[in-house]
């Protein structure tokens, strides 16, 4: 087992990444950082929330109302350039619209466990990264769009013809992590196969459409207990959990999406003893 400990002190958690290897992105003395999840780690989170501020096209910006009780106040929600990519709106970026009319959109399907299926819109030099975001175990590009109008407007309408979610919560993905791979596999093979068929979508067929399994991203997890703090081995994330073992070789995972907008502070003296 690895034995380095890392010791995070107070640090303002402003996100989480496990696309590659799970990281934490935090403000500190007013500066933004990273830090990546690795060895031994012990970590606990303030139970009180401040907003995490927005990030920009340029840059990540502290809260200007200094909010507390909220991860992200309606101010900086609006602000955010999130928006820009979730949802195309470009009310507080409008500099951004003519570069985003130059990008390549696409629609995909992405498989969670043996019977949840959602449809998601990304750019195409994102595609990989944000089935990894998700924790999608199997994926599948669909459709492209040259810019983002027509692209929003299809996915709409994949959704309704198809049943598609649009989001899949924590909790279902923490409850898939064991499934039938040949049954999620089949199951987005088939959604693939109506969309192909659809002359509907022919003139927007992604050029080259094939399954992908990501399995091998994620740390192979048994029954892992949920907890809110961490302490142990890193074994790597899924999604937004995040899994470490414990000395008696127990499985824990914690929702990392959860501690946005806390504070990273050390375990508490009871949490350090369950290792």
């Known amino acids: 087992m690895n034995c380095r400990m890392h010791i995070f002190p107070m640090k303002h958690i402003l996100g989480f990444s496990s696309a590659e290897h799970p990281k934490l992105i935090f403000r ?8 990546t999840f690795e060895g031994e780690t012990r970590l606990g989170f303030t139970p009180s929330l401040a907003c995490i501020g927005y990030k920009s096209d340029v840059a990540h910006h502290a809260c200007p109302n200094r909010a507390l009780n909220a991860k992200q106040c ?12 979730t949802v195309g709106d470009f009310t507080c970026y409008p500099n951004l619209y003519d570069e985003c009319q130059k990008e390549t959109y696409v629609l ?11 449809l998601g819109l990304t750019r195409q030099m994102r595609m990989h990264t944000r089935w990894k975001e998700q924790g ?23 959704q309704h013809t198809f049943d598609l ?9 923490i ?35 094939s399954i992908h399994d990501l399995s091998s991203h994620y740390p192979n997890v048994e029954n892992p207990e949920i907890v809110d703090f961490i302490g142990g081995e890193i074994m790597g994330a899924k999604s937004d ?31 350090q003893q369950l290792f």
Not at 28 to 35: C, T
Not at 151 to 156: G, I, L, N, P, T
Request: overall charge neutral; proline content about 4%.
């Open 241 to 271: 959990w995040l899994f470490f073992e414990g000395a008696s070789g127990q499985h824990y995972a914690i929702n990392m999406r959860q501690q946005i907008g806390r504070f990273a502070t050390l375990p508490q003296e009871g949490a």
């Open 136 to 158: 999608a175990d199997f994926a599948a590009p669909l459709l492209s769009f040259q810019g983002p109008d027509d692209a929003y407007k299809a996915e709409q309408l994949l």
């Open 28 to 35: 500190e003395d007013g500066k933004v950082g990273e830090q």
């Open 175 to 209: 409850s898939r992590l064991k499934f039938d791979k040949s049954k999620a596999e089949a199951k987005l093979a088939k959604i693939v196969e109506r969309v192909k068929s659809n002359p509907a979508f022919s003139s927007h067929l992604y050029e080259s459409i």
């Open 74 to 85: 309606p101010t900086c929600q609006f602000q955010d350039v999130a928006r820009v990519y």
């Open 108 to 118: 995909y399907v992405a498989q969670f466990g043996a019977d949840l299926t959602k």
């Open 165 to 173: 979610a649009n989001a899949v919560m924590m909790r279902q993905k």
